[in-house]
């Protein structure tokens, strides 16, 4: 990998980036009555997109807003506007990743409108609570506020077609009333909350959260490792892995995902158990084996729809040969029009070779060919036997390439280390199917037992 | 973001939270498998309440915090970690000394008064929508969103 591309100015990302900000600050004042400070920093957004196709009606919405008369409508063109100038960043930042890592890239796509029907009611009314968040500001934000969403977040969660838009309320209201009241909080999250927020208001236009599939995959499936995500109320694994096409067209990246609503008390290794049962996937990247994929529905953006009916284990396939040998002649995916931002960077890269540190936060770096590549091992899951102390004593390291902050850093999904001439493998995912080691099999059974608590309490109490 | 709960053990206070400006739950009763007391406590007053889940007020929370609440605060320490269970409930205290005992004593040093509020329907059926995510359907389309949300080893 050519780390050097990683560091040093991206143009215009700075300006793009401050447009951004300001936006921020008016949001954390509250877009009720903005203060001059706000007003100016509506007319930076609106100016940054100028000569783009929304301007027109970003213009408006900035001005309208700016005199504290805005609609929902003019809401939704400014999340619009920020969501597309973060959009710009993340195509400069993409574009380095690629030169860095060096595979070919996909051909752009085009967005595809979702079809399937949509509660539209349901939309609007998370669009009007999100309205209500944009007025108060996050300095206004009161448990009365924040606790508008749970009706709606209840509906929503009972459709597996609106999941995407309620497991993202969800987590939101969660942080947010763990922060009430917004008056008196000590450092205000404002980049984050309005990321949440503006991507919230854009999937609430009927068909934005869809990603329809756009053919089907048959061949092999050699996967490369496990990024688990969680909230309070929600948790994602998504294995990334290199697909080879039966029919011998080139092999590319993609992605499977399996998401479920959980309670709060389900943490670790419960994670794994509420995902295990609906994704044969998980097994197989536990046992170290591929996956033979027949007409498995996948999108343009290289995330498989994955139906264990579509899916058979295959040979067994160590993820540093697939990392070593597959990886790099792999099509990286282009990212859908709505996804394109930063935080949404999570490239597949294989490191070896480097010299390790560490860095000022007490972080470890690793310095790949003389250039030090941050690496943050607070993204490990806890139910897992990859720790940071072995990625920090590591030789070889598959890991998501992603961006925060203003610099690049590796996500660490596996690292090999050598311990008296042996080397071993240690995968973040490696409990995904249930363990055998001493301390995962203690966790397994704490989980099981809250799970099975919350099942016998809710058998008895839930239908009365 | 919210670091997530530490694991522990749901038969005796099957739910905790720091919700709505106060500390709430439910609590398994000893004797009958059936019944569950709802219990709270106001954040700054202190002011508790403990009643069933049909609404009989509990025997024990009459002068001051019954076993339930104390329970509850048990837990939630355990859940969230002393320091935000002390930060939500506004109850002053050294960060590095505070446990479950040094909070409660804290809080019934006051003299708290009886909850009038009546939460106990609005907690319990928080509680069942809690119990109902058990109940949801996975989805194997991509949540992109949850990117924002990653797994984290901070501690509470
Ligand atoms: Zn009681």
Redesign the pocket.
């Known amino acids: 990998m050519r780390a050097d591309l990683l560091t040093g100015e991206t143009a215009g990302l700075d300006e793009a980036l401050a447009a951004v900000d300001g936006f921020d600050d008016a949001l954390t004042e509250g877009l009720l009555r903005p203060r001059p400070a706000g007003a100016a920093a509506l007319t930076a957004l609106a100016q940054a997109l100028a000569g783009s196709p929304p301007a027109a009606r970003v213009a408006e919405a900035a001005e309208k807003t700016a005199a504290g008369a805005a609609d929902e409508e003019h809401f939704v063109a400014l999340a619009a506007a920020r969501t597309a100038l973060l959009g710009s960043v993340h195509d400069a930042l993409t574009a380095r990743a690629a030169e860095a890592v060096g595979r070919p890239r996909a051909e752009e796509i085009a967005p595809a409108p979702g079809e399937r029907p949509r509660p539209v009611n349901l939309l609007l009314a998370a669009r009007a609570w999100l309205s209500d968040l944009a007025r108060a500001g996050w300095r206004g934000i009161d448990h009365e506020i924040v606790s508008g969403s749970a009706p709606v977040i209840s509906a929503m969660l009972a459709d597996p077609a609106l999941r995407r838009l309620a497991a993202l309320l969800d987590g939101f209201a969660v942080e947010l009333a763990a922060s009430c009241p917004g008056a008196t909080l000590e450092r205000v999250p404002a980049r984050r909350w309005a990321d949440l927020w503006s991507r919230a208001v854009l999937l609430t236009l009927p068909g934005a959260a869809d990603a329809p599939a756009g053919g089907t995959a048959t061949g092999r499936l050699l996967p490369l490792g496990v990024d688990l995500h969680e909230h309070a109320t929600a948790v994602q694994s998504q294995v990334h892995g290199v697909f080879e096409p039966a029919d011998g067209s080139p092999s590319r990246l993609v992605r499977a995902s399996v998401s479920v609503p959980k309670p709060d008390s389900v943490v670790g290794a419960g994670l794994w158990q509420l995902l295990r049962p609906h994704m044969s996937l998980l097994a197989a990247v536990g046992e170290g084996r591929s996956v033979e994929l027949t007409g498995m529905p996948v999108t343009a953006e290289g995330d498989l729809l994955w139906d264990d009916a579509h899916a058979r284990a295959g040979e067994s396939a160590d993820p540093f040969v697939t990392a070593r040998v597959a990886l790099p002649a792999a099509t990286d995916p282009v990212t859908a029009p709505l996804d394109r931002h930063p935080a949404r960077i999570a490239v597949p890269v294989f490191l070896e070779g480097y010299e390790r540190g560490t860095g000022e936060d007490g972080r470890p770096v690793f310095t790949v060919a003389g250039h030090p590549l941050p690496v943050d091992t607070g993204r490990i899951p806890v139910a897992g036997p990859l720790t940071p102390e072995a990625v920090a004593a590591s030789g070889a390291c598959v890991g998501l390439l992603r961006w925060d902050a203003g610099t690049f850093f590796v996500q660490p999904l596996a690292v090999e280390r050598t311990v008296r001439k042996k080397t071993t493998a240690l995968h973040a995912g490696a409990w995904a199917a249930g363990t055998t080691d001493k301390a995962g099999a203690k966790a397994e059974k704490a989980a099981t037992d809250a799970v099975a608590v919350l099942r016998e309490r809710a058998g008895r109490l839930l239908r009365k | 973001m919210v670091p997530p709960a530490r694991p522990r053990k749901l038969a005796k206070v099957p739910f905790v939270e720091l919700a709505d400006g106060r500390l709430q739950g439910v609590?398994s009763s000893g004797s009958d498998i059936e019944r569950v007391?709802v219990?709270s406590i106001a954040a700054g007053t202190y002011a508790f309440a403990?009643s069933t889940n049909n609404n009989r007020p509990?025997g024990?929370?009459r002068g001051s915090f019954?076993?339930?609440?104390r329970a509850l605060v048990t837990e939630a320490v355990l859940q969230y970690g002393a320091r935000r269970v002390a930060r939500s409930l506004k109850v002053e205290t050294a960060d590095d000394e505070a446990t479950a005992q040094t909070l409660t004593a804290a809080m019934t040093a006051t003299r708290p008064p009886l909850d009038e509020a009546k939460a106990a329907a609005a907690v319990f059926s928080r509680f069942l929508r809690h119990l109902a995510y058990l109940e949801l359907a996975p989805v194997t389309t991509p949540l992109p969103e949850m990117q924002w949300f990653p797994p984290s080893r901070a501690v509470a």
């Open positions: 609590v007391y219990s403990c509990c024990g929370a019954c076993n339930h609440i």
